[in-house]
């Protein structure tokens, strides 16, 4: 085991963690068929070459607010967009499309790969709907997203259309990644680690951000968040009784505090 094997690890201290991921198939089934069955869903669009740079598009009943994409976590090593879903529902019924791509998994390509392909993603939904665009994401999600506020990543016009990023429970330094077993895969160097960074970014787009995490998680993660928060003077919230898998339940719900500010 490497030296920050267990301080990253948070199945590991999650009272029946196992029967989340499951849970969480169920109820995107659930409303993937439900929107199917209204003709409000696009599944599997593509926006690059390999069979994983794929996307699913939801939509409202009516004309949409704009766009929110929401990306997923996992290490940047496993799960898909099918596999989230339901966390669509809180910006649908506020009139919202909502975009979930996939990407490829290290170690067939690397996290710099991976950030690319999102920024590809983003760009090829927004093209599908038109208004403002937020981004939210988990965990290396909430990484992805917040790279996506590197100047020149994203084109200009889709850029510009950007109202507002959360990045929920992020990895937002990954030079401690070097000091974990999960590097085998990454291949991550100090060099790489820090490009790769979001807390370490030197200019970033005015866009507003929010840093979100679970009182709960372990205590790296709320470093990562605050780490990122202080880098970037953003909004910074710590909700108390969630942890690293309870902590997006609420993009369900549209009343949600976490809606309500992601959609202003």
Known sequence: MAELDDAYANAAYIPGSADFPPR?????????????EQG????????????????????????PQ???????????????????????????????????????????????????QIAKAVTAAA????????????????HLVARMLQPGLLPEAVAQRLRHVMSISPVSDLRPLL??????????????????????????LPVPVTVWVGADERPVFLDQARWLAEAWGSAHVVEEGKHHFDVI???ADRDSTMINRLLG
């Open 24 to 36: 969480w198939e169920r109820a995107a089934a659930a409303l993937r068929e439900g929107l199917l």
């Open 179 to 204: 000091r974990t077993s999960m590097n085998a895969d990454f291949k991550l160097d100090e060099k790489a680690a820090i490009a790769e960074s979001p807390a370490l970014m030197v200019e970033r």
């Open 127 to 142: 093209a599908m709907i038109e208004g403002p665009i937020v981004l939210a994401g988990h965990s290396a999600g909430g």
């Open 66 to 116: 704009g766009l929110m994409v929401f990306v997923h976590g996992g290490y940047w090593l496993r799960f898909d967009k099918s596999v989230w879903s339901h966390l669509a529902a809180g910006a649908l019924s506020r009139g919202w499309a909502v975009a979930m791509p996939s990407y490829d998994l290290c170690p067939q390509v690397r996290i710099a790969d991976i950030t690319r």
């Open 40 to 63: 409000l869903a696009d599944l599997d669009q593509p926006y690059g070459d390999s069979p994983r740079q794929r996307f699913d598009l939801f939509h409202p009943g009516g004309t």
């Open 249 to 251: 339940d609420a993009l």
